[in-house]
């Protein structure tokens, strides 16, 4: 059984908001949240490249962690296009997002890859947050659980158990993400995120295995985000559209704390 001392939550604006929408987004976000403990409450927004550096100047307090949407593999080289781990640090990065699904499927990113990402981005300091979920068809055959644990099994390969203490994963079907989406059921994220963790216990070891936290994302909102948080290893939420308005955002954040408080002191006992 997990048991976490901080909850996650966090949004990746994708392509959207340009960087002075991004700076009004982060500043408001971080005025309303202000009065939350950082050492229970770990909020992160994840904004285009070019508004990294900007939103990192919006947040000098580092209240509010500030990622990037994916970098290479490699930490300089012929790869136009390609920003790379040291790039990231330089702007301030705290976190990269690795592998999400619209990069796997509509950028046919592979494993392989989202490997080599987590690996430079170890290296060089930064949080890597890898985001893993299966597609309808394989969830059809009744492979979700296989798709997983071959996602996070090659995507972490070669990482270290004491690296494994800054990684973050994000379990996102790819048939709940977006405006076509349907939301997982509470009964089927618990079941996928019980096998994450086994698969990080069988990877890492118990006790860092049980140290990593999972965030559960695809199509959160204010009405599901209280019992998804419920649900035994489910560490934060990784949200996109229901996040990118900062009062609905800060709404969801006051309404799953005191759940995720109750979850947590149940946990103890
Ligand atoms: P959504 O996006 O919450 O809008 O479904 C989730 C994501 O892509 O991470």
Same mark, same amino acid.
């Given at each position: 059984?997990?048991?976490?001392?901080?909850?996650?939550?966090?949004?990746?604006?994708?392509?959207?908001?340009?960087?002075?929408?991004?700076?009004?987004?982060?500043?408001?976000?971080?005025?309303?949240?202000?009065?939350?403990?950082?050492?229970?409450?770990?909020?992160?927004?994840?904004?285009?490249?070019?508004?990294?550096?900007?939103?990192?100047?919006?947040?000098?307090?580092?209240?509010?962690?500030?990622?990037?949407?994916?970098?290479?593999?490699?930490?300089?080289?012929?790869?136009?296009?390609?920003?790379?781990?040291?790039?990231?640090?330089?702007?301030?990065?705290?976190?990269?997002?690795?592998?999400?699904?619209?990069?796997?499927?509509?950028?046919?990113?592979?494993?392989?890859?989202?490997?080599?990402?987590?690996?430079?981005?170890?290296?060089?300091?930064? @949080?890597?947050?890898?985001?893993? !979920? +299966? %597609?309808?068809? =394989?969830?059809?055959?009744?492979?979700?659980?296989?798709?997983?644990? *071959?996602?996070?099994?090659?995507?972490?390969?070669?990482?270290?158990?004491?690296?494994?203490?800054?990684?973050?994963?994000?379990?996102?079907?790819?048939?709940?993400?977006?405006?076509?989406?349907?939301?997982?059921?509470?009964?089927?994220?618990?079941?996928?995120?019980?096998?994450?963790?086994? @698969?990080?216990?069988?990877?890492? !070891? +118990? %006790?860092?295995? =049980?140290?990593?936290?999972?965030?559960?994302?695809?199509?959160?909102? *204010?009405?599901?985000?209280?019992?998804?948080?419920?649900?035994?290893?489910?560490?934060?939420?990784?949200?996109?559209?229901?996040?990118?308005?900062?009062?609905?955002?800060?709404?969801?954040?006051?309404?799953?704390?005191?759940?995720?408080?109750?979850?947590?002191?149940?946990?103890?006992?």
């Amino acid at each position: 059984m997990t048991r976490l001392d901080k909850l996650y939550l966090g949004t990746n604006t994708k392509m959207y908001k340009t960087i002075e929408q991004t700076r009004t987004f982060v500043t408001s976000l971080e005025r309303l949240t202000r009065d939350l403990p950082i050492e229970e409450v770990v909020l992160f927004v994840i904004p285009s490249f070019p508004s990294v550096g900007p939103a990192k100047e919006c947040v000098p307090s580092g209240r509010i962690r500030i990622g990037a949407q994916n970098m290479g593999w490699a930490e300089e080289g012929p790869l136009s296009g390609e920003v790379s781990a040291p790039m990231l640090k330089e702007l301030g990065a705290d976190l990269v997002m690795i592998g999400h699904s619209e990069r796997r499927h509509e950028l046919r990113e592979t494993d392989r890859m989202e490997n080599g990402k987590v690996l430079s981005a170890l290296q060089n300091g930064i @949080t890597p947050l890898l985001c893993i !979920g +299966e %597609t309808a068809e =394989q969830k059809a055959y009744g492979i979700s659980d296989e798709c997983l644990s *071959i996602q996070l099994k090659i995507g972490l390969c070669h990482v270290s158990s004491y690296e494994a203490e800054k990684i973050w994963i994000a379990y996102e079907p790819v048939w709940a993400i977006g405006a076509e989406g349907t939301p997982a059921e509470p009964a089927y994220i618990r079941q996928r995120h019980r096998v994450i963790r086994n @698969t990080l216990v069988d990877l890492f !070891g +118990e %006790t860092r295995g =049980q140290e990593i936290p999972i965030l559960y994302g695809g199509s959160v909102n *204010i009405k599901n985000a209280g019992e998804i948080i419920r649900e035994e290893n489910v560490d934060g939420l990784f949200i996109g559209r229901s996040a990118w308005d900062p009062d609905s955002f800060n709404r969801i954040i006051r309404d799953v704390l005191p759940i995720w408080r109750e979850k947590r002191k149940a946990e103890f006992i």
